[in-house]
């Protein structure tokens, strides 16, 4: 169990530094995504599982398809 944990909060890290390096935007909101997930996991693991869910989808779903449907009107790209 410790060693799963430990495991997703490396990966949340690195998917939350990777965020910053990205140039293409939608990528940076898929990793956003992904810590958003990460974090319902660990929630769940904590066994908290009404935050999970509700991180689950506000933080993944939700916030993810306005982040999406606002490149798909701007630049994809940052400059």
Same mark, same amino acid.
């Given at each position: 169990m410790i060693l799963v944990v430990t495991f997703l909060i490396i990966t949340m890290l690195v998917a939350a530094v990777s965020?910053? +390096? +990205?140039h293409d935007l939608l990528s940076a909101v898929i990793a956003s995504c992904m810590v958003s997930l990460i974090a319902a996991a660990l929630f769940f693991f904590l066994h908290a599982p009404d935050v999970a869910m509700a991180e689950a989808s506000i933080g993944a779903a939700l916030v993810t398809a306005v982040f999406v449907i606002a490149i798909r009107r701007t630049k994809r790209y940052e400059e």
């Amino acid at each position: 169990m410790i060693l799963v944990v430990t495991f997703l909060i490396i990966t949340m890290l690195v998917a939350a530094v990777s965020v910053y +390096f +990205f140039h293409d935007l939608l990528s940076a909101v898929i990793a956003s995504c992904m810590v958003s997930l990460i974090a319902a996991a660990l929630f769940f693991f904590l066994h908290a599982p009404d935050v999970a869910m509700a991180e689950a989808s506000i933080g993944a779903a939700l916030v993810t398809a306005v982040f999406v449907i606002a490149i798909r009107r701007t630049k994809r790209y940052e400059e």
